[in-house]
């Protein structure tokens, strides 16, 4: 029984969800370590999770012709064995009201073994590349209630096997975490397109247009900030990040003579330029993960006073994603960035305080109040 569920938790430690782009994997052994917990015990569990663990993070990089470092391969082994540790604890404490039915004491198992892996996973994730510990796996992958239940199931499934010496059935259950380990791959496969597909288009726009460069790039960070400092949670604000990157993608539908005329606009021309946030949000709309940014992007340009475009939308009308995009993307155009062509060729350069003190003058009218003085907090605490 030992050799065995050893042997399937190796498996499912070599067939991963890996998600590239945050160079994490999500392994699928835990079903495995909870019935060796609660059928052999204590020892066995912690035993069988430290090697599995080792053998991997020394293989699988090998494999993959990936430098394998002693430090990651220290911090896995670390978050293993502290998973596993707390888990037989929480097992153990369980133990105490529920004797002899083992599906309930791998829950205990799981709970346990499951809520440490996760935040030790999330603070290390904090720890090294600054990312919030909201910004975690689970939220990337939007995991949904059925996939929790179906791993819960499995594990609970490969326990009472091994409880009751029915190990000719646990290879079985390979199944339902192979169907399990595909849904996830899928889910993260369209969640790395998806970044993919954001930043060709970027760059799409910014190679047709070069000053669109920098001013993405500032607005975008600066976005983000606003939306948090505005109390938007952690994955809005980094959708309204992404949305601000896109958010002049319509301009590539815009001629290019008039979007680099060095002077200033006719009415005729103007109206042409005023269709790019309209076509921002058609060129957008038919791909399923931009749904949310889509109403952003369209209405970035409408204003509190009803004076904006393309739908003339009054304040509460106003997403406030939009109401953000629109005060940063005023302030980087009034200021421009430092760097070789991004001055605006048609008008002077303003100030910082000069651009801010323009958006406090239209605060109410063309850009929301709330906003405008978010994002003076956030540039003057940048600015010291």
Same mark, same amino acid.
């Given at each position: 029984?030992?050799?065995?569920?050893?042997?399937?938790?190796?498996?499912?430690?070599?067939?991963?969800?890996?998600?590239?782009?945050?160079?994490?994997? *999500?392994?699928? #052994?835990?079903? @495995?370590?909870?019935?060796?917990?609660?059928?052999?015990?204590?020892? =066995?569990?912690?035993?069988?999770?430290? +090697?599995?663990?080792?053998?991997? +993070?020394?293989?699988?990089?090998?494999?993959?012709?990936?430098?394998?470092?002693?430090?990651?391969?220290? &911090?896995?082994?670390?978050? =293993?064995? &502290?998973?596993?540790?707390?888990? %037989? =604890?929480?097992?153990?404490?369980?133990?105490?009201?529920?004797?002899?039915?083992?599906?309930?004491?791998?829950?205990?198992?799981?709970?346990?073994?499951?809520?440490?892996?996760?935040? &030790?996973?999330?603070?290390?994730?904090?720890?090294?590349? +600054?990312?919030?510990?909201?910004?975690?796996?689970?939220?990337?992958?939007?995991?949904?209630?059925?996939?929790?239940?179906? @791993?819960?199931?499995?594990? %609970?499934?490969?326990?009472?096997?091994?409880?009751?010496?029915?190990?000719?059935?646990?290879?079985?259950?390979?199944?339902?975490?192979?169907?399990?380990?595909?849904?996830?791959?899928?889910?993260?496969?369209?969640?790395?397109? @998806?970044?993919?597909?954001?930043? =060709?288009?970027?760059?799409?726009?910014?190679?047709?247009?070069?000053? #669109?460069?920098? /001013?993405?790039?500032?607005?975008?960070?600066?976005?983000?900030?606003?939306?948090?400092?505005?109390?938007?949670?952690?994955?809005?604000?980094?959708?309204?990040?992404?949305?601000?990157? &896109?958010?002049?993608?319509?301009?590539?539908?815009?001629?290019?003579?008039?979007?680099?005329?060095?002077?200033?606009?006719?009415?005729?021309?103007?109206?042409?330029?005023?269709? /790019?946030?309209?076509?921002?949000?058609?060129?957008?709309?038919?791909?399923?993960?931009?749904?949310?940014?889509?109403?952003?992007?369209? /209405?970035? /340009?409408?204003?509190?006073?009803?004076?904006?475009?393309?739908?003339?939308?009054?304040?509460?009308?106003?997403?406030?994603?939009?109401? *953000?995009?629109?005060?940063?993307?005023?302030?980087?155009?009034?200021?421009?960035?430092?760097?070789?062509?991004?001055?605006?060729?048609?008008?002077?350069?303003?100030?910082?305080?000069?651009?801010?003190?323009?958006?406090?003058?239209?605060?109410? #009218?063309?850009?929301?109040?709330?906003?405008?003085?978010?994002?003076?907090?956030?540039?003057?605490?940048?600015?010291?």
């Amino acid at each position: 029984m030992v050799v065995l569920l050893a042997a399937m938790a190796l498996l499912a430690e070599f067939v991963p969800v890996e998600l590239s782009r945050r160079g994490v994997r *999500i392994t699928f #052994t835990l079903p @495995y370590i909870a019935a060796m917990a609660v059928a052999v015990g204590p020892s =066995a569990a912690l035993l069988t999770d430290i +090697g599995v663990t080792l053998i991997a +993070g020394v293989v699988y990089p090998l494999v993959r012709k990936q430098g394998a470092t002693g430090v990651w391969l220290g &911090l896995n082994i670390a978050v =293993a064995t &502290l998973g596993v540790c707390v888990g %037989l =604890a929480v097992m153990a404490g369980a133990s105490a009201f529920v004797t002899h039915i083992a599906s309930l004491l791998a829950v205990a198992f799981m709970l346990g073994y499951g809520v440490t892996n996760f935040l &030790l996973v999330a603070y290390i994730d904090w720890a090294t590349d +600054g990312r919030p510990l909201k910004d975690n796996i689970m939220s990337s992958l939007k995991l949904g209630l059925s996939s929790v239940l179906l @791993y819960a199931l499995i594990a %609970l499934t490969v326990t009472v096997f091994a409880s009751r010496g029915l190990p000719y059935l646990i290879p079985v259950t390979l199944v339902p975490v192979w169907a399990l380990r595909t849904g996830l791959d899928f889910q993260a496969r369209m969640y790395e397109h @998806y970044y993919e597909t954001v930043t =060709a288009l970027s760059l799409m726009l910014q190679r047709a247009h070069p000053y #669109t460069h920098g /001013h993405l790039e500032r607005v975008a960070i600066s976005a983000e900030e606003v939306a948090r400092r505005l109390g938007l949670s952690d994955q809005r604000a980094r959708l309204v990040r992404e949305a601000a990157v &896109l958010h002049d993608i319509g301009k590539i539908a815009v001629s290019e003579e008039i979007l680099d005329k060095p002077a200033r606009l006719t009415d005729e021309e103007m109206d042409h330029v005023r269709r /790019h946030s309209a076509m921002g949000a058609e060129i957008l709309s038919p791909v399923r993960q931009f749904h949310d940014m889509v109403a952003w992007i369209r /209405h970035h /340009h409408e204003r509190p006073d009803g004076l904006g475009y393309p739908d003339r939308l009054t304040d509460v009308e106003i997403p406030i994603e939009s109401k *953000i995009i629109a005060v940063v993307d005023a302030f980087d155009a009034m200021t421009g960035g430092e760097r070789p062509g991004e001055k605006r060729s048609y008008r002077e350069s303003m100030s910082i305080p000069q651009a801010l003190a323009e958006l406090e003058r239209c605060a109410g #009218t063309q850009f929301d109040t709330r906003v405008v003085y978010a994002f003076k907090e956030v540039i003057l605490g940048g600015t010291g």
